[in-house]
């Protein structure tokens, strides 16, 4: 693994990283954490490893991963810029997931012991502390009904447009970014195969919705992109019949809903 400890970053510009409100005049703000770089490829943390630290990515794109023993990767998520990592160690010692670099990447390294500690310390540090938790557990709950309850082109249609937002509250823009993941590491993310996800990709480009071009996405018709999020999902019939083909955003809702469905099965 490759470190870099020579930069610190102090509880303030973390605070700022986070997108958390602290008061200018708070004790905590005088503390200071190092901070980590990684490259593409390398993992910051594996399953079943002693939970010491939170990690804050500073730059840089994520993906955590579970393997089961046949070598089979489930994609949890794609943290990115100003996301927590790590949380998922606090209940048993053990990292519960593994984290890779998707790219060259920097991270804020926040020893737990320091944030207890700071958190008595500080009220207000220990409610930003919580805020920054539920924070991340809203965002799992929004997977969790786009995985359970949307059909395969509303799970694509909600990533793009979740993908988008994301990148918007960081400054940038919403509706052209590129996408570090694979197609396969997305599918992986939302329970479909890697052939619907280009399908979906495609179609959505065939239907003038966005413009894709390897792993640059540009956003043409973000409404277009909503209605299939908004509306009914789509069968398991009509997802594993074959291609998929968009006549029009507005009649996307045409097949009949099915049940919630695990995030590991294609709908």
Do not use: C, W
């Amino acid at each position: 693994m490759t470190t870099n400890h020579g930069v610190l970053v102090n509880a303030g510009e973390l605070a700022r990283l986070l997108r958390l409100e602290l008061p200018a005049s708070d004790a905590t703000l005088e503390a200071s954490f190092s901070t980590r770089r990684l490259r593409e490829g390398e993992s910051l943390f594996r399953v079943g490893d002693p939970f010491h630290t939170l990690y804050v990515i500073r730059a840089g794109f994520f993906k955590t991963v579970l393997v089961d023993a046949n070598g089979l990767e489930q994609v949890l998520a794609f943290p990115m810029q100003s996301d927590l990592m790590g949380a998922d160690g606090i209940a048993s010692g053990h990292y519960a997931s593994e984290a890779v670099a998707l790219e060259g990447s920097e991270v804020v390294v926040v020893p737990f012991s320091a944030l207890s500690s700071l958190s008595r310390q500080s009220p207000a540090f220990e409610r930003a502390l919580f805020a920054l938790m539920s924070r991340e557990l809203v965002r799992e709950q929004g997977m969790l009904y786009v995985v359970g309850i949307l059909g395969a082109e509303g799970r694509v249609a909600a990533f793009l447009l979740n993908t988008a937002e994301r990148f918007g509250a960081l400054g940038y823009s919403r509706s052209s970014f590129n996408l570090r993941m694979t197609r396969q590491e997305i599918g992986s993310y939302l329970g479909l195969k890697l052939e619907t996800v280009s399908r979906a990709l495609s179609a959505f480009d065939a239907a003038g919705l966005i413009k894709v071009h390897l792993k640059q996405v540009d956003i043409v018709d973000a409404a277009g992109l909503r209605r299939y999020v908004d509306s009914h999902p789509a069968s398991s019939a009509r997802a594993a019949a074959g291609p998929t083909r968009v006549e029009a955003p507005r009649r996307s809702a045409a097949s009949a809903p099915v049940a919630p469905r695990s995030r590991t099965r294609e709908v």
